[in-house]
């Protein structure tokens, strides 16, 4: 699978919103983009994934560049209950496939 | 979404035991799961991947006859941490596929003393 690069940590204003950048530049064309969070000393929960049009759910938005190379996902409206890791992960749509995490964005959602 | 439950939540051992940690797909079936591990500040390292029927595939690195995993039925795989030793305490993930989803358990952490 191929790697992504996030930054280690972002801050974000309660109410505003919060977008966290991803780059895959060795994206393969079969890999699809997820995020999953981890709210401390949880399990990680899934958010979203796209391969490569744009994709929004009632969690967040998925936008990727036209080339595949970097996306950003956005949560429209942050709170406090948002302040997590958040991991980008790029991998194939197959059954079995594993996940595997980089680094992730500690997001920050201060009042 | 679907669910994944572990059990125990937490478990505290003393040095030399061995301790078995379950993980349940509550309301789906799973032929593949996964184990993570994970330190403090620190990301999830996959350990292995747990296949219903069949034995594990462990990652480089993964001692597969210290973490015993068995996948029993489509709904149940366990992780025996044998010999325990301090070094071993960790947070505990599993999680299963559901199609091209992945779901995650809430963790088991792990405190050998």
């Known amino acids: 699978d191929a790697k992504t690069t996030q930054p280690p940590s972002m801050d974000c204003a309660e109410g505003r919103a919060a977008n966290l950048p991803c780059n895959h530049s060795?994206?393969?064309?079969?890999?699809?983009v997820y995020w999953y969070r981890q709210i401390h000393s949880q399990g990680p929960q899934y958010i979203i994934h796209?391969?490569?049009n744009n994709e929004t759910n009632e969690m967040a938005s998925l936008i990727i560049t036209e080339d595949r190379k970097s996306s950003t996902l956005i949560l429209p409206h942050a709170t406090l209950r948002d302040t997590a890791v958040y991991y980008c992960?790029?991998?194939?749509?197959?059954?079995?496939?594993?996940?595997?995490f980089g680094q992730g964005t500690e997001l920050s959602v201060k009042p | 979404g679907a669910v994944v439950s572990q059990h125990p939540s937490w478990v505290i051992c003393k040095s030399g035991t061995s301790v078995k940690i379950e993980c349940r797909s509550l309301?789906?079936?799973?032929?593949?799961m996964f184990w993570y591990r994970q330190f403090p500040k620190q990301s999830l390292m996959l350990m292995a991947t747990s296949n219903e029927g069949s034995k594990a595939t462990y990652e480089q690195g993964v001692e597969k006859d210290k973490f015993l995993i068995n996948h029993a039925s489509l709904t149940l795989s366990t992780l025996t941490v044998t010999s325990a030793h301090p070094e071993d305490s960790s947070f505990y993930i599993c999680?299963?596929?559901?199609?091209?989803?992945?779901?995650f358990g809430p963790g088991t952490r792990l405190t050998v003393t």
């Open positions: 060795t994206i393969s064309g079969n890999e699809y």
């Open positions: 992960i790029v991998r194939t749509y197959n059954q079995g496939g594993k996940l595997i």
């Open positions: 796209g391969l490569k």
């Open positions: 309301d789906f079936q799973a032929t593949t």
């Open positions: 999680s299963a596929n559901q199609g091209a989803e992945q779901y």
